[in-house]
């Protein structure tokens, strides 16, 4: 089988679980649209529980692409297994001490946290003391999901995605059965759906382990003389110090977001909320499609950079280049066409009303407009990770940082909640034009007149499509909303592959050749 192929596979396993999850994660948000709508005690819980995911990501589920999954591989790769297994029964003891010690410190200081993410709510009492009660129930969460990306870079080194991929539908499950119970049984339901995380932080280690042991992964690797100088620990530190800086630049980003969108006097009231909704929605095709294809394609080329084939690596770039853009142009122009009717059916129902909706809708029209470069980004950073440079992406995530505020600051004013998410569309731009040059320095070139062609070819189709479900849309009023939506959007698919055969636009053919079982 082509490695083309094992990663067409990998990212389908990884995208169709995904999909799974998001369309829970959807089932999730609209009931808490439904039941919290923008007001203040969402805005509470969405900063509170942002908090401990911004951790998550700095040294949890974020250490997977760049540190583990390069290190494991090349230690598996020796002769010696017993050398592996030492090394991952190290980096357990290491990732549960330091994120025990840090989900205590956040306990103790949620409310100087909540003061320095969450400043806008310092003049709202009720608001502020809800979040820093949620933060306190929420943080124990980032241990869990710590212990469970340590368990899926020990599988994804194994080129095993199954379990991985679907653990979040189980964090999703608990979320909705929590929402549903505590909104019957619960005062102050809002605290219900807070243990539902923690329950489903547990059940995401749970559905690991199976796969784990099935690995070879068992008690006994556990009971291992601890060596915090372990010279594989050493290595994985020098990779995740300068990615969790990395990390680090990213969500200061989405700190100083939420910090903006928290002053309610200039992007007006629900501004948390409304950033909340319109990412979840950018989110999705942003997982399915450019997470799902990075995490399938860096073991390949981990492994291609382990022995330095330069040229398997530029070719395995260029491939999920096309496909990355094949993929996500038509969901682009779809978001950035539909972007008001996509939100109305969604969460326009009980306290999620028109104000809530014209909100999230301006933020979800400039987010979608970044989305290509979210996802090349995404493919581009795998790049830099196979070769174990960490530092170049934090240099030009830094600048990014820069560029993101500037912006923030100076389209805040004119376009309110939406000037925060163009300027994370076109600081995103900027990230990938830098990533990009960067990288073909190191390997080469990347895009060539033939892919260009590809792209004009992809292009086009998507134009079509566009004009299309433009006058289908307009031509329909007269129909049921979500019936309407469905069937524009049924339609779009369809118009866009049959362009994209009409064309002779290659990927659209091997999609298929792929996917087909030998």
């Given at each position: ?6 990663i ?10 995904t999909?799974?999850?998001r369309v ?10 439904a ?5 203040a005690?969402?805005e509470?819980?969405?900063v509170?529980?942002?908090?401990p995911n ?10 997977v692409?760049?540190a ?7 230690y598996?790769?020796?002769e ?7 090394l ?5 003891w290491?990732?549960l001490?330091?994120l ?14 909540v003061?320095?993410?969450?400043p ?9 003391l ?7 129930v929420?943080?124990?969460?980032l241990?869990?999901?710590g212990?469970t ?5 020990f ?13 979040p539908?189980?964090l ?8 549903v ?5 619960m005062?102050?339901p ?15 280690i749970?559905?690991q382990?199976?796969?784990?042991a099935?690995?070879?992964f ?38 100083i ?5 928290s002053?309610?006097?200039?992007v007006g009231?629900g501004?948390?909320a409304?950033?909340?909704f319109?990412n979840r ?12 294809l990075?995490?399938a394609?860096l ?7 382990v ?8 070719l ?6 096309r496909?990355?853009?094949?993929l996500?142009l ?9 972007t008001?009717?996509i939100?109305e059916v ?5 306290h999620?009303d ?6 999230c809708?301006?933020a ?9 470069f979210?996802?090349g980004?995404?493919?581009?950073t795998?790049g830099f ?6 530092r ?7 600048l ?15 376009l309110?909640?939406?000037g ?12 990938f034009s830098?990533?990009?040059f960067?990288?073909?320095k190191?390997?080469?070139r990347?895009?060539?007149k033939?892919?260009?062609?590809y792209?004009l ?13 433009l006058?289908?849309f ?7 909303p ?5 069937l524009?959007?049924?339609l ?7 362009c994209c055969f009409?064309?002779?636009?290659e ?6 050749r ?5």
């Amino acid at each position: 089988m082509s490695e083309n192929k094992v990663i067409l596979k990998s990212a389908s396993v990884i995208s169709i679980a995904t999909l799974f999850s998001r369309v829970l994660g959807f089932i999730r948000d609209i009931l808490i649209a439904a039941f919290f709508g923008t007001g203040a005690v969402s805005e509470a819980f969405f900063v509170a529980f942002r908090i401990p995911n911004l951790l998550r990501d700095l040294v949890g589920e974020g250490a997977v692409n760049s540190a583990f999954v390069p290190v494991f591989c090349q230690y598996w790769a020796k002769e010696d297994k017993k050398q592996f297994w030492n090394l991952i029964g190290n980096v357990f003891w290491v990732i549960l001490i330091i994120l025990t010690a840090i989900s205590f410190l956040g306990i103790l200081f949620s409310r100087a946290i909540v003061s320095v993410i969450a400043p806008g709510f310092l003049k709202e009492a009720s608001k502020f003391l809800l979040t820093v009660q949620l933060t306190k129930v929420l943080f124990p969460y980032l241990l869990l999901i710590g212990l469970t990306a340590f368990a899926i870079g020990f599988l994804h080194s194994f080129r095993f995605f199954i379990s991985p991929a679907l653990s979040p539908c189980l964090l999703n499950i608990c979320m909705i059965a929590s929402i549903v119970i505590a909104y019957r049984f619960m005062d102050n339901p809002i605290f219900g759906l807070a243990l539902g995380v923690l329950i489903g932080g547990v059940f995401q280690i749970g559905i690991q382990i199976p796969s784990l042991a099935r690995r070879g992964f068992n008690i006994g690797v556990l009971k291992v003389k601890f060596n915090f100088l372990h010279p594989g620990i050493k290595k994985i530190g020098s990779l995740l110090l300068p990615r969790i800086f990395g990390t680090a630049v990213y969500q200061l980003n989405v700190l100083i977001d939420t910090i903006l969108a928290s002053l309610s006097f200039i992007v007006g009231q629900g501004g948390v909320a409304a950033i909340y909704f319109a990412n979840r929605v950018v989110q999705l095709p942003l997982a399915l499609f450019g997470i799902a294809l990075s995490s399938a394609i860096l073991p390949t080329l981990s492994q291609q950079a382990v022995v330095r084939d330069m040229d398997s690596l530029r070719l395995t770039i260029r491939f999920s280049l096309r496909t990355i853009y094949f993929l996500m142009l038509p969901t682009v122009l779809g978001l950035v066409i539909l972007t008001q009717p996509i939100i109305e059916v969604l969460f326009q129902r009980g306290h999620f009303d028109y104000y809530s909706v014209r909100i999230c809708s301006s933020a979800l029209y400039f987010y979608a407009m970044g989305l290509l470069f979210f996802g090349g980004m995404k493919i581009l950073t795998a790049g830099f990770y196979s070769l174990q440079d960490t530092r170049t992406p934090v240099i030009i995530a830094s600048l990014a940082l820069l560029i993101n505020f500037l912006l923030n600051i100076i389209l805040m004013f004119p376009l309110k909640i939406g000037g925060l998410a163009l300027a994370s569309s076109l600081s995103a731009a900027f990230n990938f034009s830098f990533l990009y040059f960067n990288l073909t320095k190191r390997i080469g070139r990347i895009i060539t007149k033939d892919l260009l062609i590809y792209f004009l070819k992809v292009s086009c189709a998507g134009l079509i499509m566009c004009v299309s479900i433009l006058i289908f849309f307009n031509k329909t009023v007269f129909l049921n909303p979500i019936l309407r939506l469905s069937l524009t959007i049924i339609l779009g698919v369809l118009i866009y592959f049959s362009c994209c055969f009409v064309f002779r636009i290659e990927r659209i053919d091997k999609l298929f050749r792929w996917i087909r079982p030998n």
